[in-house]
């Protein structure tokens, strides 16, 4: 079976005018603009299979949704092939886009001052759902995403929350295979975002649609994707899965130990740092090969009640892949 | 051109939703429609004035009565209104969301264009009328000439939509199309059939006004109404407004595709 999407060398450059503040410059760029080459994508591959949950990462202005514009048909790239279901994106061919959903955190497609229902008939029509598929599906998604009497509230008289779980169920009215969804949680509280990554989850396993997902919270991440893709400054860093990624580019472990009674540690030779000591309990930094060797000594040399071993936070992780350190 | 059904469908549930969106707005509407409406009071008067109890080029008070009072329905009927609705969907990056969905977005402008002036006629029409007991029109409507009116009508509508969103679409390049627009409100003053009846205007400019597009989206299917053309007049009339419909629609085709592949170049 071919993967559902295929990107081959994608490129996407901009040229965005360029000026210094001030009223001199602004004379001055009257007369001769200043341009300046950004390069969004600079030349990413990668394939997604059929039903996959494929997470996004990258810090602000990596190119991330610049890839999932492109993805979607919205943007035509400089350069590179991309296809998703067998079309060309941006062509954005009827049967194309009956297919597909892009999903952006604050863009808004409803009809601000009419119940979100009014909404939902027009993609009916326009997406040409028939009656029994349109039923069944606002079902689900009212069930999944816990919709109620969201449906029939002007949208204005919405929370930012319901507004969203609104949005994603207008988006999937027409059961898109593929979904590209760009910062499905922001500006959500913590149990939104939790509902919303539930719903994905469910979706995904309900209809075995796939996901491509952008997102800055890493807790989104870590609850949808098994594989992520790492971009920074329009480049591919990491593509595989989550764990292998942390395997990575972890480059040390962290040890807590809590101790059955008050002990002198032992001599660690330099190989760990003690990044804590609370009563009967220490937590120690140890780099990643040194870990076992550093843990079997305190095995042996002290009273031990509890030990564990982990790695350290995704965040510290991601944000060591793109400050460029690790291997 | 072909159409497909679910994108009719997909329009006209469109143009319901819009319709309910409009009810929701129907006092800044009507004051914002009335203005529209009732100002061609404003020429009546001065052409009433002028004429007194003779008349001007033929025209008495109550022909200038009729024109206006026609006027007033042509002109909101074919008031192009895509830039004020189109333009800034463009301009702040609003399109996109209409980019993905299998229906091009100017039936969103369309939509939006017949829930204004449907809901607005509504509130309208009892303004209308009272001006029509007011001021006693001259008004001899044959079968014939209300038949051809309705006709002429349309293809104002369509034709003026039609250039409406032509300047609309600069937005893809530019964010002072509002400038651009303005020439043509200026040339649809003068030309246009506003100002004056385009069959009182000078020799030179008359023909000018006869060849340009601005009289088949105002003028014309008044003259047509109030039977002030002859066959010939008429037979080049329907003529050039079909021409100028056909050569706009193939200009909003070539601005779209260019406008299109702008926006998904620079990004959307």
Do not use: C
Request: glycine share 8%; proline share 5%.
């Amino acid at each position: 079976m071919p993967p559902d999407v295929s990107v081959r060398d994608l490129v996407k450059h901009y040229v965005v005018p360029e000026r210094t503040g001030g009223l001199r410059a602004s004379f001055r760029s009257v007369i001769r603009r200043k341009h300046r080459l950004v390069r969004a994508v600079d030349g990413i591959s990668f394939e997604v299979d059929r039903g996959e949950v494929v997470g996004f990462l990258g810090p602000n202005g990596a190119g991330k949704t610049t890839a999932l514009k492109v993805l979607s048909g919205l943007l035509h790239p400089t350069d590179g092939q991309v296809d998703v279901l067998g079309f060309t994106p941006w062509d954005r061919r009827a049967e194309y886009l009956s297919r597909i959903t892009l999903i952006m955190g604050q863009r808004q497609q409803l009809f601000w001052d009419l119940p979100a229902a009014d909404s939902f008939l027009v993609n009916k029509a326009v997406f040409g759902i028939d009656d029994a598929v349109y039923a069944r599906t606002v079902d689900l998604l009212t069930e999944l995403l816990d919709l109620g009497d969201l449906l029939t509230k002007p949208v204005r008289q919405l929370s930012l929350g319901e507004r969203m779980k609104v949005e994603l169920a207008a988006g999937l009215l027409h059961r898109p295979r593929v979904l590209f969804l760009d910062e499905p949680t922001i500006g959500l509280d913590v149990t939104m975002q939790q509902r919303i990554r539930e719903f994905v989850t469910a979706y995904n396993a309900e209809t075995g649609a796939t996901v491509l997902l952008t997102s800055h919270y890493m807790a989104d991440v870590k609850a949808l994707a098994r594989r992520v893709i790492v971009i920074d400054q329009g480049k591919l860093l990491y593509d595989g899965a989550l764990d292998g990624l942390v395997r990575r580019y972890a480059p040390h472990k962290t040890i807590t130990v809590h101790l059955e009674r008050e002990a002198d540690l032992p001599d660690l030779n330099g190989q760990a740092e003690v990044l804590s000591v609370d009563g009967l309990q220490i937590t120690i930094r140890a780099g990643k090969d040194d870990a076992p060797e550093v843990t079997g000594r305190l095995l042996t040399q002290l009273p031990i009640a509890d030990l564990s071993v982990e790695d350290p936070p995704l965040e510290e992780v991601i944000d060591q892949v793109f400050r460029g350190e690790g291997p | 051109m072909i159409v497909r059904r679910a994108t009719l469908a997909g329009a006209l549930a469109l143009t319901r939703a819009e319709v309910a969106d409009m009810f929701q707005y129907r006092v800044v509407l009507f004051l914002y429609s009335l203005w529209e409406v009732v100002h061609p009071i404003v020429y009546l008067a001065v052409w009433g004035a002028i004429a007194g109890d003779g008349d001007v080029g033929g025209l008495r008070l109550s022909d200038f009565a009729a024109y206006y009072l026609t006027f007033m329905l042509v002109s909101h009927v074919t008031a192009a209104i895509e830039i004020y609705t189109f333009g800034p969907m463009i301009q702040q990056g609003e399109l996109s969301p209409h980019l993905l969905r299998p229906m091009n977005p100017v039936w969103v402008a369309a939509a939006r264009n017949i829930s204004y002036k449907s809901v607005s006629m509504l509130l309208l029409i009892p303004v209308w009328i009272g001006l029509v007991i007011i001021l006693r029109p001259s008004l001899t409507i044959t079968t014939g000439s209300a038949a051809l009116f309705v006709v002429a009508l349309v293809v104002a509508a369509l034709l003026s939509f039609l250039v409406g969103t032509t300047f609309a679409l600069l937005a893809f390049w530019t964010t002072r199309s509002f400038s651009f627009w303005e020439i043509w409100i200026g040339l649809t003053f003068l030309l246009g059939g506003q100002v004056a009846p385009v069959e009182l205007l000078p020799g030179f400019v008359q023909n000018l006004a006869t060849a340009l597009p601005m009289r088949y989206t105002l003028g014309f299917p008044i003259e047509v109404l109030l039977n002030r053309l002859d066959s010939g007049e008429l037979a080049l009339g329907f003529a050039l407004q079909f021409a100028w419909l056909f050569a706009a629609a193939l200009v909003v085709r070539a601005v779209w595709r260019a406008g299109i592949r702008q926006y998904s170049a620079v990004g959307a």
